[in-house]
């Protein structure tokens, strides 16, 4: 059975715009976090093998809907599952809640690559990288 990664996180001050909600830009910031947080859990490092030709998983596709504004101190869920597994890339979708109410929906799509000079190249993912999203595969 596929499961939701979540992260619990309050809406800090300086993460406001002048009307007192969270800056738009800042949904991604969260989304970025979240997927961080997400690799973390599995064990698996974000950076493979730095000053090697490192391993790295680059957005190429990001989109975030908002329904309703949150505000300073207000906590949010964000929820976080995969959606699709390629044989380069992955898709998540993280949705934003506040008090159990949808505020935005956001999806990433990532491929996996070898960053070398200056260079990304896309690899097939691990076979045990790949396992373990397909276990949380929705």
Known sequence: MPQ??????????SE???????????YYRFMEETEHAFWRSLGVPVVMGIGQGETSWPRVATSCEHFAPVRFDDELE?????VKV????????????????RIALGRMTAVY???ADDQFRPRVIPDAVRDKLEERLE
């Not at 406001?16 to 800042?26: E, P, S």
């Not at 964000?78 to 995969?82: K, N, P």
């Not at 390629?86 to 109410?101: A, I, N, P, Q």
């Open 4 to 13: 939701e990664f979540v992260l619990t996180r309050r809406v800090h001050f």
């Open 16 to 26: 406001t715009d002048r009307a007192g909600v969270l800056y738009f830009a800042h």
């Open 78 to 82: 964000l929820a976080l599952r995969v």
């Open 86 to 101: 390629g044989h380069k890339s992955v898709t998540y979708e993280v949705e934003f809640r506040c008090d159990g109410k």
């Open 113 to 115: 690559c070898t960053i």
